[in-house]
């Protein structure tokens, strides 16, 4: 099964693909690290964001996607443009999203730690919430 991971920060959709066969992690090498609106965006770049997702997520015959949640409020709040980005990806047609919270993430993590460092897997650095949220998604799957 192909999970992206994705975190919603500011305008960005940053996202990492995660495949799980034969009870085997790899990374699949992908063109797009992260998906981007700009700051003063309308309805078409809107548009334009969930073209370029539903084109990236089918190109690499994506199974599910899997969101990081973020606080609705408090110090932590996400913006209001990742929410945005969120309902883009959620009404996506024919694309299965479940978002992950963070005390699922803990629970998880707690009983299923990540196999490798994640200095280890090559991908750059700010994309290591998309990765975490992948592997914390293959692993409420099994």
């Known amino acids: 099964m192909r999970i992206c991971g994705v ?23 992908c063109r797009a690290r992260k998906l ?12 334009q964001f969930q073209a370029a997702f539903v084109q ?42 479940i978002v992950i919270t963070s005390s699922q993430a803990k629970a998880v993590l707690g009983e299923n730690p990540l196999q490798i460092p994640f200095a280890d897997t090559e991908l750059k650095g700010f994309q290591e919430a998309a990765f975490v949220t992948a592997y914390i998604a293959h692993q409420a799957i099994v």
């Open 56 to 97: 990236l997520m089918k190109d690499y015959k994506v199974d599910k996607v899997a969101i990081k949640g973020r606080l609705p409020k408090g110090k932590f709040a996400g913006g209001a443009v990742s929410f945005k980005l969120e309902a883009c990806i959620q009404l996506i047609a024919d694309l299965d999203v």
């Open 7 to 29: 975190e919603l920060t500011g305008s960005d959709a940053v996202v990492c693909l995660l495949n799980l066969e034969n009870q085997q992690f790899n990374i699949p090498d």
């Open 36 to 47: 981007s609106i700009p700051k003063e965006h309308n309805q078409y770049d809107i548009k």
